[in-house]
């Protein structure tokens, strides 16, 4: 049993994603950026994300942890500070690249060639989905 002074939280039922599983915080950005790709509104490398936070056109930024420059985090991280944009970090800068399109496709859809992206930025969310629904509750949440 818990002590008096303990709240006990109940437990928060997971989201299921449309394909049957359950979205975590990696799937719902994967849906996300899927979505705004075929919109038109990601933006991706550091030259087209430091033009759109400036330009305060930024929904969402996504940021690789395994970045190589301590000042391409340090520069990504003031811009995001300065116009009071979320930012997200990711684990791997392989799979941001292959989250955004920086990829080969073979026959089966099995990513090939995959680029290494260290900084990517939501323009567009594209269509209202579940995925967005999860990241804009994320967000409320870590604010």
């Given amino acids: 049993m818990a002590d008096e002074n303990e709240e006990v939280m109940p437990e928060e039922t997971p989201k299921v994603e449309e394909s049957g599983g359950v979205m975590d915080l990696n799937s719902a950005l994967q849906g996300v950026l899927k979505r705004a790709l075929v919109n038109g509104g990601v933006a991706r490398g550091l030259r087209e994300c430091v033009k759109a936070l400036d330009r305060r056109q930024v929904h969402l930024c996504i940021l690789a942890k395994d970045c190589d420059s301590a000042e391409y985090v340090r520069l990504v991280e003031a811009l995001v500070a300065e116009h009071s944009i979320h930012i997200i ?55």
């Fill in 89 to 143: 970090q990711v684990a791997d800068g392989k799979q941001l690249g292959e989250w955004v399109g920086l990829c080969k496709l073979d026959r089966e859809g099995n990513a090939k060639k995959v680029v290494k992206c260290s900084c990517a930025v939501i323009k567009d969310w594209g269509e209202q989905s579940e995925a967005k629904a999860f990241i804009t509750d994320y967000l409320a949440k870590s604010t």
